[in-house]
């Protein structure tokens, strides 16, 4: 991954400005053609092995945390998403995503994978959905097998997270029987499921700044791949116009700043991030606001708002 950056003229302006059009100092991340061709590569054969797809989201970002080429890539594998980190998510709207996926006729789970909630419902939709496959397996006189899947996902969704979370303590490997190209590793999911053990790690949707700025407000961008400052002040804006009771709350604000670096000043000073002299020490909040936004300290917050659902679409979410 590399950074390339934009000429810019800093970050300044306005709340409403924050992710709407398109600024020249955004941040944003390109994976190597090379190594996307390799990502998919690895992913196009690990499919030929499973039944199901389980594609790993983030909650708070949905829409960007997805791969653009995902729907080419597994063409018409069933899949599933999860909507992983929805602890850190705003409840509500990952009802609405939930029910958003539905009206397009995929289904979608919410899940926490540190804590492992979730993952019930998440297995057993896996199983419904591979369950046409392996009834037709055992139909043209196949012996009864468990449904196969694997995970796929951007990096740092949660991939490794949530399989531990769905080996828990039965961790067991076993390799496969030989025959298939190269031995891959099963973790057994109670006794009618097989889950690949190494993920498939895709790329994001770089090419779109606001999607890489969204990334980088929650963490799945490295942090010394762009201009932290930027992208502070950005999210502080982003949260000026969508949450700003949550940063009311959390720093004490009586009067609400207009701007996101004077927002950053005050919880500087607020945090005592003070040098000599009494300036305050920018760098220092910065990370304060950043660890805190990411571990949830500011509370559960979705930053992709939802698409609106055409009529029809919302009746066939109402069925689901
Ligand atoms: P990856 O394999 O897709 O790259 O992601 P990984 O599981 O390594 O998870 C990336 C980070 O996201 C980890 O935090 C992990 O704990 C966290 N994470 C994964 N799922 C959830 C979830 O449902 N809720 C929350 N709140 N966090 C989640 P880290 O800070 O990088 O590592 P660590 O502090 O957990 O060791």
New binding site residues.
Partial sequence: MAKRRRQGSGAQGRAEDALAPVRDDTPTIQWFPGHMTKARRIVEENLKLVDVVIE?LDARIPMSSENPMLTEIIQDKPRVVVL?????ADSRKTKDWVAYFASKGIAAVA?????GRGLKQLVRKVEELAKPKTDKFVKAGGRPRAARCMIL?I????????INRLAGAARTKTADKPGVTRAKQWIHIGRSLELLDT?G?LWPKFEDPHVGLKLAFT?AINDTIYDLEQVVILLLETLLRDYPDRLRERFKLQDMPASGEELLALIGKKRGCLQKGGVVDLDKAQHIVMTEFRS?KFGAITLDPVPPMADSDAREAAHH
């Fill in positions: 790993l992983n980190k929805s602890d850190l899940v926490d994978a540190n804590k996902g990096p740092n969704v949660g991939k490794s997270s949530l993920p790690i963490g949830g």
